[in-house]
C-alpha cells in the first residue's frame, strides 16, 4: 500500500461522513469534465481517465441523478424535522456512496487501462486497498460526526437557536470545496479532518464522563440517577433534592425547589419527569424506556402543562413588541426568544410530518408579516403576532395529539 492510496483513501472519507451525495457528483462529474477547470487540469489522474468515452459512472444520466440527490441532501439537510428521519440511514447511504465511487472511478480506470494510460493505476485510487480503507472509514467518520451532532440535536431539537443550520451550511461548503482541495492540496485536507475528527472525539469522550460522573448513587438501592431526575429509575424512591435543568435540559448545579413544577420542566425539555431519561419520540403519550413512566398519563398533568406555556406568553409578548422596533436583528431575537419559550414545548412532541405542515403553513403567513415589518410603527406589531399565531398552531396540534379532555 502507498502513501498516495492511504492520503486520499482517508481524505475521501472525511467528505463522505458529512455529505453521501455531494461528493459522489462532483467525483463523476470531475472525471467527466476535469479537463475544463483550469486548476485540475494539470491533474495527472483526470488527464488519463478524463475525456473520452464515458463510463457508467460518468454517464450524462448518473451525473445529472447524482445531481439532483445532491440539490436534495441540501435542501433536506437545512429542515430539521427531515434530517432526523434521514440519520437513521444516514451512516449506510454515505458508506454505500464511497463504495459506489470506488466502483465509479475503477469503471473509468479500465477504460484508461485499455486505451494504454497505465499511469492511473499509479494515482493510488485505484488499489482495491483505497475501496477498503475509503469504505471503512467512512462509516467510522460518519458514526462520529453522528454521536456529535446528536449532542447538539438532543439540547435544540427544532434548530431554534438556528446553530444547526449554520453547520449544515458548513458541511454543504466543505464537502463540494474539500473535494478539490484534496486532488490539490491532499495533505492539508487530512490535518484538517485530523483537527475536526480529532477534537470532536475529544468533546464528546469529555461530555460522556462529565454527564456520568454526575449521575449520583440512590440511598435505597444500587442505582445511580441523572441528578434533575425526582425519583430513581429502578426502585422508584424519590430523589432528595433534584437539581434545575436549563435552556437545553441540561442539568444545572442549583436545586429545585418546586418539584411539581420541576416535572414539568423536565417534559417540557423532553426528559422523563421521574428518571430525566431523556425522551425519543414525537409524541405526548409514550412510556419511558428506562423507568417505565408514562408521560401525559391524565388530564390534571397535561393542564399543568399547557398552563405553565400559557403563563410565559405575557412577558413573551411584552419583549418581542419591545424587539420589533430595531430592524432585523430584533425580528430574529424576538423569533428566537418565542420558539424557545412558547413553541418548544409543544413542538418537540408533534410528529415529524405534523410538524413540518404546520412550520411550511405559518412561514407563507409570516412571509406577508416580515415584508411589513420593515416599516416603521406598523412593524411593532408583527413579532407579537408571529409569536402568538405560532403558539396557538403548535398548541392546537399540542392538544389534539394529547386526546385528552383538557
Ligand atoms: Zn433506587
Ligand atoms: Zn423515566
Known amino acids: 500500500m502507498d502513501l498516495n492510496t492511504l492520503i486520499y483513501g482517508l481524505g475521501i472519507s472525511g467528505l463522505f461522513a458529512s455529505r453521501a451525495f455531494i461528493p459522489a457528483f462532483i467525483s463523476s462529474f470531475m472525471l467527466r469534465y476535469g479537463e475544463y477547470f483550469p486548476i485540475l487540469k494539470d491533474i495527472d489522474f483526470l488527464q488519463k481517465v478524463g475525456g473520452g468515452e464515458p463510463s457508467w459512472f460518468t454517464n450524462g444520466y448518473v451525473i445529472t441523478a447524482l445531481g439532483v440527490l445532491s440539490i436534495l441532501e441540501i435542501g433536506a439537510t437545512k429542515i430539521p424535522e427531515a434530517e432526523e428521519a434521514l440519520e437513521s440511514v444516514n451512516k449506510y447511504l454515505k458508506t454505500g456512496m464511497v463504495a459506489a465511487t470506488y466502483f465509479g472511478f475503477m469503471s473509468t480506470a479500465d477504460k484508461g487501462f485499455i486505451e494504454g494510460n497505465l499511469m492511473v493505476m499509479q494515482a493510488g485510487f485505484m488499489s482495491g486497498i483505497w475501496g477498503t480503507i475509503s469504505t471503512a472509514n467512512t462509516y467510522l467518520f460518519a458514526s462520529l460526526r453522528s454521536s456529535i451532532l446528536e449532542v447538539l440535536f438532543e439540547a435544540d431539537q427544532d434548530d431554534d437557536l438556528g446553530l444547526r443550520k449554520l453547520i449544515s451550511w458548513a458541511e454543504d461548503g466543505w464537502a463540494v470545496i474539500g473535494f478539490f482541495w484534496l486532488i490539490i492540496y491532499p495533505i492539508v485536507v487530512l490535518i484538517i479532518l485530523g483537527v475536526i ?46 437539581v434545575k435543568v ?47 413512566h408514562e408521560l401525559f398519563k391524565n388530564s390534571t398533568i397535561a393542564k399543568d402543562y399547557l398552563g405553565m406555556v400559557a403563563g410565559r406568553l405575557p412577558l413573551v409578548l411584552i419583549i418581542s413588541l419591545g424587539l420589533s422596533f430595531i430592524p432585523f436583528l430584533g425580528l430574529v431575537i424576538g423569533v428566537i426568544i418565542y420558539r424557545i419559550q412558547l413553541v418548544a414545548p409543544f413542538r418537540r412532541y408533534i410528529p415529524l410530518h ?53
Open 354 to 406: 405534523r410538524s413540518l405542515f404546520i412550520k411550511w403553513m405559518i412561514r407563507l403567513l409570516f412571509f406577508v408579516l416580515i415584508a411589513v415589518q420593515l416599516i416603521p410603527g406598523v412593524g411593532g406589531i408583527v413579532v407579537p403576532i408571529m409569536a402568538i399565531i405560532s403558539y396557538m398552531a403548535y398548541r392546537g396540534s399540542f392538544v389534539k395529539g394529547l386526546n385528552l379532555s383538557v
Open 246 to 292: 436549563g435552556l437545553f435540559g441540561q442539568s444545572k448545579s442549583d436545586p429545585a425547589e418546586d418539584v411539581a413544577k420541576h416535572k414539568l420542566r423536565l417534559a417540557e425539555k423532553k426528559r422523563c419527569p421521574a428518571c430525566a431519561t431523556r425522551l425519543s419520540e414525537r409524541n405526548p403519550h409514550q412510556t419511558c424506556d428506562t423507568c417505565g
Open 197 to 242: 475528527f480529532g477534537s470532536a472525539f475529544l468533546l464528546k469522550k469529555h461530555y460522556d464522563r462529565k454527564e456520568e460522573k454526575s449521575k449520583i448513587d440512590c440511598g435505597e438501592c444500587e442505582a445511580t440517577n441523572y441528578p434533575s431526575a425526582t425519583e430513581c429509575h429502578s426502585c422508584h424512591a424519590p430523589v432528595a433534592s433534584p
